[in-house]
């Protein structure tokens, strides 16, 4: 049995977020805004993204710590040609249990199927109005959620048991259309999960005052479909869970702002250039691609791994009054993988 790796405030090492690509085919106000990124923008060259080989290795090294869980993500991971050799690669790795993918969605008819025979376990989609117009608005982009609907129904088609919905909730943008969402998701199978508008990065203008609180989210929910809270999967579990009280599924509230969960926070989160972060806040990160492009052991890797887990302090969410001011650089979440 791993013992445990453990920080500076006792938080394990348990799952990897794997960013695939800095690309995507959207340009969501809150994570890559097109005044910033227009079309000609510079995104990272292929030689600099780490291989499929060199994820992989890494993601053994980190199963070696103790990462059971992995979620591939990006910029849009589907981008990244070939994806679904990656995913017959990490499920093969001693020690990973659970991968997933958050996606877009929009390419799912293309490689739902693939992906699922190559072994991903999970899907969660990204979707955050029901509302034509309110989603060009938020996307940066002329699409239609029924877009986003196709490819949830190929992800269902493809055999995919678990498929989750991720709405990030601004106010005065989206959130009168919370009800609606939960109202079609209902009865489907598919849990919806509400994330608490957050101050990733630095080009989203973030406002507390755009948060809607996750409390206000489940009354909102609540006064049309009566909701009961529910215990946590698993420590350190990030959705607060209500299930319908008549049966018909679960929601989930995401609150990092008005609910930080830093204490049990048992991320690392690895960039498509191979930068390793320990807070998706984070403003520096560890070279890890020059590790695995320089000759270096894995032992040798493993261990500088441990030494930046173990004097990990970060508690971004929970300290954020005091340092949202004071900090001025953090990673960009297209960078990062959110």
Known sequence: MISPVLDTLNRPIHDLRVSVTDRCNLRCAYCMPAEVYPEDFAFQPKEALLSFEEIARFTAIAADLGVSKVRLTGGEPLLRRGLDRLVGMLVAIPGIEDLALTTNGLLLPRFAQALKDAGLHRITVSLDSLDPEVLRRMSGRAIDPGEILEGIAAAAAAGFKTIKVNTVVQRGVNDGGIVDLARYFRGTGIALRFIEYMDVGTMNHWKRGEVVPAREIVERIGAHFPLEAQAPNYRGEVANRFR??????????????????????????????????????????????????????DVALRERVRALWTRRSDRYSEERACVQSARRGKVEMYHIGG
Do not use: H, N
């Open 244 to 297: 319908y009280m008549d049966g018909q599924g679960e929601i989930g509230v995401i609150a990092s702002v008005t609910q930080p969960f830093c204490g049990a926070c048992s991320r690392l989160r690895l960039t498509c250039d191979g930068q390793l972060f320990t807070c998706l806040f984070a403003s520096t990160g560890m070279d890890v691609r020059s590790d695995l492009r320089g000759g270096e052991e």
